[in-house]
DNA sequence: GCGGAGAGTGAATATCCTTTCGTTAGCGAA
DNA sequence: TTCGCTAACGAAAGGATATTCACTCTCCGC
């Protein structure tokens, strides 16, 4: 019942250290005056925002620029058609977190540079590089935009979806949004199911959403197995995996599954899916795609041959391997 | 399809941010030996530094942990012209008694967290919530405060007197501090009673000490009935009450008493109680004041609007409650 | 009950960073 | 070329922050 994922410090350490911080990195406020605020001294403040970094509360990380590689970047949008590419600088030596930290972090800062504040934005929510994007932006000071819906429904356990529902709500702040839930499980056992669920008024609200997007922010996913897509709960049973390797599936994006040419494969799984149809996904003007390392790479080409992403954010390799192939 | 531009600092300038940025915050480099390394200016440093924030290379972040509300206290904070409000997290559905540990426990922490050792302390005490705070302070480290003095005469039945005694006392205890009892009942029978009991020698030095504090910790009591207040021996009789709900009372802080916006209710009861003065109230310069729950909306808002507290514990459903206003 | 280590504090100060200021370099127009 | 304008620069001044220092208080082992 406690929960204390972060950090060890008390309670109410824990509070000022975050509030001190808020107000010196977020607002700006100096030091003396925070001081002055809390009726503590300015020793103190400067100890406490060392003690906020030192845990974490805090963190700063230096995003290797996008438009670094605009050569290799321009080669990828020419070669797919993409509207636009944005590669990151990951050590190639790098292990999957920093790959994430960084793809993260790099989508963050191509999102605030290019938000219009006008932008209805739907986002499928469960993937793990969505969410290192979501804890590397920073609050908007001006609204990013206006709404930003889930594109599917919750996967796996209970709490997996309440984490996943967390971080809409987390990221409909940092933008000044709205956020519009999925009230619903994103597979379900039985098509008849599905359609039933569609009809609910609520679903219904969210389809009408789904069809106003201007912009999409989707992980995009490999079909083989992998560690943090066990862990959040496994949408796909293991035969019904082998069933798609089968047909050729690569990689999924919102639960749409698709080939290495990027030709969607239609599938029993298509009826229990509760998430906005290819075809609504399609008619997003932008569609912003974020993943990169090694495992997703026939994931990636698949996405991009499809044309299922319009912008693409990934890793310097990645992005030299698909400029190569 | 138009295609955003994507502000790009356009300069191989990039390279040259991030090579500082990193420098400067993953490697912890200070500026002038980055400059000595680069042969550039230590001003350019900074400078190049202040960019990379600018542009998103550099971004830093600050993590609110689940169950700290820093968005919801700047909000309450900017509305209502606090110097800090501190909110607890408690589950909407807890009881009353669960309600006052929570509120207890913060203000327990946020006492801890602010007091300087040099303060003076007022202390209206006789409500449950302070109580309540009382009990939660029990580990406190250092000197707190150098006195504690109640800032309202004893209410009630005696034995509830010496139970609100014992009380400062032990938080006079908890703070190291020196302990000042007014050693007369709160509402006495006829003015001229008052205004002798004033006169008195030992009432003379409780004034003194009232003129000087730096700090006042206050419930804020609803004027409705309520069960904790009967049993602690209710200063006013049933017609008061009513007189003051038709004027438009909704709450009290040491037994003055306001409207919902804030306004003072003059009444006769004014003359017949011992306790600070509402001027000197004013110019305490700390004044906290501890409450929440539903029944207490109404009398907090007001104690807000009239400025009779700088500070605010509160439960987070009233918190939220307040910022909708 | 007596050291003594250790943690924490605010005031004062040392250190580091930002900004101002006067200057120069680059560039386009006249 | 000269003038005007802007951007960028380093030195130095001025601010903001980190750290030192002297001190207090607790905790612990003896």
Redesign the interface.
Known sequence: MP?????RP???????L??V??MY??RGVRQADIAA????SQAKVSRLLKR?ESV?????????????Y?ELEEQLEEKYGL??AVIVDVDPEADEGELLASLG?GA???L???LSGADRIGVSSWSQTILAMV????PFTVRGATEVVQLLGGVGAPEAQSHSN?LLGELA?TLGAEPVYVQAPGVVGDPAIRDSLLQDPSMQEVARHWNELTMAIMGIGSIEPSDALAASGNAFAAEERQALLDQGAVGDICHRIFRADGSLVRGALDDRIIAITVDGLRRI??RVGIAGGERKLEAIHGALAGDWV?TLVTDLRSAEALAAR
């Open positions: 929960l204390t994922p972060y950090t008390a309670d109410g350490q824990v509070r000022l975050t509030k911080a808020r990195h977020e605020a809390l009726n503590i906020a974490g509360i805090v963190r700063t990380i230096v995003t290797v620029a996008p438009g670094v605009a509207a636009e972090a963050a800062a191509y605030e540079a290019t804890d590397r932006m920073r967390r702040r003007p932008r319009t």
